[in-house]
């Protein structure tokens, strides 16, 4: 069974860009959840999504953005980038319905704002 | 309120020995604490969770501890493998997928 797949991998982007992205959650896994991690803050939640509306939402800007799929995919993007915005971030799937708690990590994608 | 402690930032232990990373929260809304493993340039790994009507669970050499009335639970890491050196995330969950994470625990395993 193929795991969280995050693409980028990695990228880099200068202040004042935006990025988008992107997600693809195990199969039959229908709740798709974003994190951002950095040394200072560590882990932290941005959203969730759940067939296709946003479920819940963390403590971040408006810049932050996502939408999910029918296909359960997913993306996020971050609009006029800053210097802080550099992290890992990741995106995390589960089954979603009913109570679970088990969340799969993907790889992340590793920005770089410069 | 949202908030999981975590300690110790590090711990460094020869093969074989337990090392001990503990956790306290105040959210009494958490219903579901899972552990994280997590290795450089890769994404937290699922290690082991318990829900609060369990005090202990075991997996393999891993045991999580579970002290409801302190508000406290805690990772056990049997006979302690180098293999093992990697950063621990206690987390905590009340509903969906948002995790609340501690901020992490970096191990050494020295041979």
């Known amino acids: 069974k193929a795991g969280v797949t995050q693409t980028p991998r990695y990228l880099i982007k200068t202040r004042g860009q935006q990025v988008t992205l992107s997600c693809s959650p195990i199969?039959?896994?229908?709740?798709v959840s974003w994190y951002q991690q950095t040394p200072g803050q560590g882990l932290q939640f941005l959203f969730e999504?759940?067939?296709?509306?946003?479920?819940n939402k963390g403590n971040f800007p408006g810049r932050f953005s996502g939408r999910q799929f029918s296909n359960s995919r997913s993306e996020m993007n971050v609009s006029t980038l800053e210097l802080g915005d550099s992290a890992l971030y990741l995106c995390?799937?589960?089954?979603?319905?009913?109570?679970?708690?088990?969340?799969?990590f993907g790889e992340g994608s590793r920005l770089t704002v410069l | 309120q949202q908030q999981v402690k975590q300690s110790p930032q590090s711990l460094i232990v020869q093969k074989g020995g337990i090392p001990i990373i503990n956790c306290a929260y105040e959210n009494t809304a958490f219903d579901y604490f899972p552990w994280y493993q997590q290795f450089p340039g890769k994404g937290p790994a699922l290690l082991i969770a318990i829900r609060p009507d369990v005090s202990e669970k075991k997996e393999g050499r891993f045991t999580i501890s579970f002290n409801k009335s302190a508000k406290q639970f805690s990772l056990h890491i049997m006979d302690s493998q180098p293999g093992d050196s990697a950063t621990y995330f206690c987390a905590a969950l009340t509903s969906g997928s948002r995790l609340t994470f501690g901020e992490g625990t970096q191990l050494t395993v020295n041979p």
């Open positions: 995390a799937s589960s089954l979603g319905s009913g109570v679970t708690g088990e969340l799969f």
């Open positions: 999504y759940f067939s296709e509306t946003q479920r």
């Open positions: 199969s039959g896994h229908r709740s």
